[in-house]
């Protein structure tokens, strides 16, 4: 039996929500927090699975909110699946935040986000800010209804199942999300590297609905492309299936490897733009900005307005060091191979290996060329050794002594010098300190 385990804030409905999975009354339920103190399982009916309910994730020091709590990270670990739930109506608590770390950090299980207490969506929070927890698109569900369940019983069925074997061959594949705001030429983009008219292309916005997903062969390699709706500003969208469109938009940036931001070159940069390439760098994925109807651009204004662009997008954001920014024509095909032989060249890059002690000489030097900040205690932060560990992107675990408190302004430093001196000046690279480990254990 698989455990699949619901955790959340105190009174976001996961007593309901266990009640209903496991078709029982055995979870206690009422409007006042902290009701459930202990965990409680149940049999799902005609699946594999045990469901548990947890208490009410509370930072308390003692107390039986403490054991509680305890109790809770114990089936966190222990679990096979997780449904971490928040409450709809309430919106994004910073203990949200708070105890979504703490499930990342513990368990390497998949997690669906359930927004409850979703049944009005005129009562809805702005559901868009719960993608700060990073568990992708969120699903709304009303519990108390039974509303949204078939989604929870999709997610659990395509688990351990014959369909993760057609999962695997997908993911083999570099999957590239193709973003931007609405009418900037993205159909027209997808259809031009598909070599068809898949996609609707119209002058009006907003016919991209859905994120479609496309394998395809383009430029010597196997991919999956993804055509998302366009994105507007939220003062903009007044439609509830825009909405929807959107969050599906915007949870293409997780599934994704590359990410396209397609922009309309006649046009200036909006802020909107920059919003979705620090969600984009933040996720930690390949950027490339395609500068579309490039054509159309008069060409005594090129190099001025080549120059603009390139000076908002490298403002903007301290993880990238050069944001790829290439012109394009959707329309004509002008540049699209070229794109497209870029962000293969950086794919690579990231998926290399960088000798280890190759990474210890470049920190050495850093260090050495700027010694790094006292703490906030007046202890001196001691760089012992560093190494790569992981790609896409590529991350630096450094191994600290002494301080551990290290500024974000250091941090920066470090990323940068090692990113001049490995070439990886497009991509991100995410540095982690780990304090007081010997590397050879």
């Not at 984009?280 to 390949?286: E, N, P, R, S, W």
Request: hydrophobic letters at 40%.
């Amino acid at each position: 039996m698989k455990k699949l385990v619901i955790v959340g804030r105190p009174n976001t409905g996961k007593s309901t929500l266990f009640n209903g999975l496991t078709n029982s009354r055995d979870a206690l339920v009422h409007d006042r927090p902290g009701v459930t103190r202990d965990t409680i399982s149940g049999n799902m009916p005609n699946r594999p699975w045990v469901v548990f309910d947890t208490a009410g994730l509370e930072n308390a020091k003692s107390g039986i909110a403490h054991n509680s709590t305890d109790m809770a990270i114990d089936a966190i670990t222990g679990a096979d699946a997780i449904l971490f739930v928040v409450d709809g109506r309430v919106g994004l608590n910073p203990m949200d935040i708070e105890w979504a770390k703490l499930v990342h950090k513990k368990s390497k299980a998949p997690a669906l986000l359930l927004i409850n207490k979703s049944e009005s969506t005129k009562r809805l929070a702005e559901t868009h800010d719960f993608y700060k927890l990073g568990f992708g698109e969120p699903v709304l569900i009303s519990a108390e209804h039974k509303r949204g369940f078939d989604t929870i019983y999709e997610f659990i069925d395509n688990l351990y199942t014959a369909e993760t074997a057609a999962d695997n061959e997908i993911d083999n594949k570099i999957k590239i999300a193709v973003l931007g705001q609405p009418n900037v030429g993205k159909s027209t983009f997808v259809n031009r590297v598909l070599g068809e008219k898949r996609q609707i292309v119209m002058d009006a916005p907003g016919i991209t609905r859905d994120t479609v997903k496309i394998p395809t062969h383009f430029y010597g390699r196997d991919i999956i492309l993804m055509d998302t709706a366009g994105l507007r500003r939220k003062s903009g969208v007044t439609d509830d299936v825009e909405t929807l469109s959107a969050l599906k938009s915007l949870a293409a940036i997780e599934k994704s490897d590359i990410v396209i931001l397609i922009v309309d070159a006649t046009k200036n940069i909006e802020n909107q733009a920059l919003s979705i390439a620090a969600r984009v760098y933040d996720a930690g994925k390949i950027l490339c900005v395609a500068l579309n109807k490039w054509d159309l651009v008069d060409e005594a204004e090129r190099d001025e307005k080549l120059l603009k662009l390139k000076h908002q997008f490298t403002n903007s954001f301290h993880q990238i060091i050069k944001p790829m920014i290439l012109a394009i024509s959707a329309e004509h095909g002008t540049g699209v191979q070229n794109l497209f032989k870029r962000i293969y060249e950086q794919w690579d890059i990231s998926n290399t290996d960088t000798p280890t002690s190759l990474i210890n000489r470049i920190i050495e030097k850093l260090v050495n060329d700027r010694q790094p900040p006292m703490s906030r205690l007046k202890r001196p932060m001691k760089i012992k050794f560093a190494r790569q560990t992981g790609h896409h992107p590529v991350k630096i675990t450094i191994n600290v002594g002494g301080a551990s408190d290290i500024p974000e302004s250091y941090t920066r430093y470090l990323r940068r010098g090692i990113a001049n001196a490995l070439h990886l000046e497009h991509l991100p690279i995410i540095i982690e300190y780990k304090k007081d480990e010997n590397p050879f254990d």
